[in-house]
């Protein structure tokens, strides 16, 4: 079974500096996706940033970005400029044939 | 454009009582899930159904059941009801088998059983 895993249960940032989010995975699977889903407190799940794991370039949605490291298995997000509105949980799930696994998640706190 | 649209949003149950959790989706998507959220925790897949007629067991089935008689609908039954089931339930749904692009969320039911 695919294991998804975060190591980093709760993280702060000051609002516009950068941060980094962890995330490793296990699997036997050569081709698969990675996502990173944002909830804020409205329990939306929202999606932030998607990776093929075929494409060796990492994934960038304006503020976001992943560093996918396969052979690592390590799929990280980093926001950068980070904004009052970034605060939230942040799960990485890992998505191969009919299911998408998720990660504990990490609970991102952004201060002013 | 509805999306995914889960009834109720919030629901008390006493121990020993059975509900619904209603899921429906107006995207034509053939995959269906349903998961449970404990507090400060990932999310967790009970069941799920890849066509109408079709369903199987996730990683936490044990109290709940599904039926997929539609492509639209997905509904999650809790019978007897226990303070474990206490959680938030999320329905989700995707068109594809694989695929890069993503699952689309309901917003979800927040259940206590006391």
């Known amino acids: ?112 | 454009n509805a999306g995914v649209t889960q009834t109720p949003k919030f629901r008390i149950l006493k121990i020993g009582q059975s509900m619904t959790l209603q899921c429906t989706q107006d995207m034509n998507h053939n995959y269906m899930y349903w998961y449970r959220q404990d507090p400060g925790m990932g999310l967790k897949l009970i069941y799920y159904s890849v066509g109408a007629g079709i369903t199987d067991k996730g990683e936490v089935p044990n109290g709940y059941n599904v039926s997929r008689s539609t492509t639209e609908d997905f509904p999650l039954r809790l019978e007897l009801a226990a303070p474990s089931q206490t959680s938030v339930y999320f329905c989700a749904s995707i068109r594809a088998r694989t695929g890069p692009y993503g699952y689309t969320f309901g917003s979800g039911t927040r259940l206590t059983v006391v």
């Open chain 1, 1 to 112: 079974a695919q294991t998804v895993t975060q190591s980093q249960p709760e993280m702060s940032v000051q609002e516009a500096e950068t941060v980094t989010l962890s995330c490793t995975y296990d699997t036997s699977e050569s081709n698969y996706y990675l996502f990173w889903y944002k909830q804020p407190p409205s329990r939306q799940m929202i999606l932030v940033i998607r990776q093929e794991a075929y494409k060796q370039q990492n994934a960038t949605e304006n503020r976001f970005s992943v560093n996918f490291q396969k052979a690592a298995k390590s799929f990280s997000l980093k926001i950068s400029d980070s904004q009052l509105g970034d605060t939230a949980m942040y799960f990485c799930a890992y998505n191969a044939g009919n299911m998408l696994t998720f990660g504990g998640g990490t609970r991102l706190m952004v201060k002013p």
